[in-house]
């Protein structure tokens, strides 16, 4: 059955956030390098980039290097940089004529210029474009971010262009990396891990969970449909009761 026809138009998460896991094991199975499975794990990349194009996913944003994983080995921290370096570069004309805009979130400064310059480019050239916002968060951790906008609001504070009583939820909001952005409604794990592994702890307050199995370059459409359907069966109570929610229906 094409589960792509099953969704509901209606009721499509504005934001899909993915830790995507499992490259690593997945070209252990096929008695591969680990970088191997980085490279396959692209082409799931531009497969669920379409899918979030054809049913109507406005912002995407994927976990491709965590602050934590400038401490693998270097020959895979390298080559993980090549990766992204080429990848940008071949993929972002294919970006481009699908209305996809790519963004970033992350301590940009610290990965290395070449990555920054191609980043750039590509942020250039897909800027006016609206069908489907990429956002890779690189060399990101959410206890980073969060460092880093307390320090911004401690110093507004201090230089009296704050007051302590201004300070609320959607304060700290704006001064996160991703304030540009809605929050996401649902976060996709790979791999079988039940972890948040300091990925949007705040953006995801309110985000429905989906683990599966399935090894990231394995994890292609008909899996993206999968999570898009199981978020569609859950109740979004935001602390409310159920007959809250229906009464307001
Ligand atoms: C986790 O699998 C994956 C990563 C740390 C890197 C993700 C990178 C890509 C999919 C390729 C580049 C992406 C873009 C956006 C161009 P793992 O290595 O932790 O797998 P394991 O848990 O099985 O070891």
Same mark, same amino acid.
């Given at each position: 059955?094409?589960?792509?026809?099953?969704?509901?138009?209606?009721?499509?998460?504005?934001?899909?956030?993915? $830790?995507?896991?499992? %490259?690593?094991?997945?070209?252990?199975?096929?008695? !591969?390098?680990? $970088?191997?499975?980085?490279?396959?794990?692209?082409?799931?990349?531009? !497969?669920?980039?379409?899918?979030?194009?054809?049913?109507?996913?406005?912002?995407?944003?994927?976990?491709?290097?965590?602050?934590?994983? *400038? %401490?693998?080995?270097?020959?895979?921290?390298?080559?993980?940089? !090549?990766?992204?370096?080429?990848?940008?570069?071949?993929?972002?004309?294919?970006?481009?004529?699908?209305?996809?805009? +790519?963004?970033?979130?992350?301590?940009?400064?610290?990965?290395?210029?070449?990555?920054?310059?191609? +980043?750039?480019?590509?942020?250039?050239?897909?800027?006016? %474009?609206?069908?489907?916002? /990429?956002? +890779?968060?690189?060399?990101?951790?959410?206890?980073?971010?969060?460092?880093?906008?307390?320090?911004?609001?401690?110093?507004?504070?201090?230089?009296?262009? /704050?007051?302590?009583?201004?300070?609320?939820?959607? /304060?700290?909001?704006?001064?996160?990396?991703?304030?540009?952005?809605?929050?996401?409604?649902?976060?996709?794990?790979?791999?079988? !891990?039940?972890? $948040?592994?300091?990925? +949007?702890?705040?953006?995801?307050?309110?985000?429905?969970?989906?683990?599966?199995?399935?090894? *990231?370059?394995?994890?292609?459409?008909?899996?993206?449909?999968?999570?898009?359907?199981?978020?569609?069966?859950?109740?979004?109570?935001?602390?409310?009761?159920?007959?809250? $929610?229906?009464?307001?229906?």
């Amino acid at each position: 059955m094409d589960l792509k026809q099953s969704i509901n138009q209606l009721n499509v998460p504005q934001h899909v956030a993915i $830790i995507m896991d499992g %490259n690593g094991r997945w070209a252990k199975q096929q008695g !591969e390098d680990r $970088i191997f499975g980085h490279h396959e794990g692209v082409n799931s990349v531009r !497969e669920i980039v379409e899918a979030c194009g054809e049913i109507g996913v406005k912002y995407l944003t994927l976990y491709a290097f965590s602050t934590e994983n *400038w %401490n693998r080995p270097k020959d895979e921290v390298d080559a993980l940089m !090549e990766l992204l370096v080429s990848t940008i570069s071949m993929e972002t004309p294919n970006l481009n004529s699908k209305g996809v805009k +790519l963004d970033v979130i992350g301590d940009i400064q610290s990965l290395p210029l070449s990555c920054q310059k191609e +980043l750039q480019e590509s942020i250039d050239i897909t800027k006016h %474009n609206n069908t489907v916002t /990429l956002i +890779l968060a690189l060399s990101y951790s959410s206890k980073w971010e969060i460092i880093e906008a307390v320090k911004k609001i401690a110093a507004a504070v201090k230089d009296n262009k /704050l007051n302590i009583s201004d300070i609320n939820s959607n /304060l700290i909001s704006q001064h996160l990396n991703t304030n540009r952005f809605p929050d996401p409604e649902l976060m996709i794990r790979t791999s079988g !891990e039940h972890r $948040i592994s300091n990925f +949007l702890l705040w953006q995801l307050a309110y985000a429905e969970f989906y683990f599966t199995n399935v090894l *990231w370059p394995d994890f292609r459409k008909e899996e993206f449909y999968k999570a898009i359907l199981s978020y569609q069966n859950r109740e979004r109570r935001f602390g409310q009761t159920s007959e809250q $929610i229906n009464q307001l229906q």
